[in-house]
């Protein structure tokens, strides 16, 4: 049997897949691991707001692919916001916003003619989240707009 649910909320998507976690020694369960809008705005929310620059201008400035030194030009060192973005996975995994498995949406690039040394040369996002990236970031401008508060969510 297969069953496919959509457009439901995180929270009964979690209570569901608490359910089903129960039952697995019956059922063969596969999570959805794909960045939603939803999980895409819960992903920026969550970041510093060094490191939602940092997000921001790879998926606006770059279009998904930015050279590293363009980012410094703008944020100095790297080191805080990267790890920021790198965090916010497994953070969101233990919140129960996304399950185990979400990939982090931004990646660092490195030089393939010096392996050697890994400073990053770029960041990149796979092609088919810059959009989703996109309209979490104007949900987020929106609601700054709206007088929303656009914190992150410990800060709500």
Known sequence: MKITI??????????LLALLDEHRHE?????DT?????????????????????????????????????LRSVLGKLNGPSNALTRAVPRGVREGWWP????APVNAVYDPDNPSWHKNIAYEMNRENVPVFRAALA??????????????PEET
């Open 6 to 15: 959509e457009g439901v909320s995180e929270e009964f998507e979690q209570k």
């Open 27 to 31: 059922l063969a369960v596969t999570a």
């Open 34 to 70: 794909e960045w939603t809008v939803d999980r895409a705005e819960r992903y920026l929310r969550s970041l510093t707001a060094g490191a939602r620059r940092f997000a921001e201008m790879v998926v606006v400035d770059g279009d998904g692919y930015i050279d590293a030194d363009q």
């Open 100 to 103: 185990e498995g979400t990939r």
């Open 139 to 152: 949900r987020l401008a929106n609601r700054s707009t709206d007088g929303q508060n656009p914190q992150r």
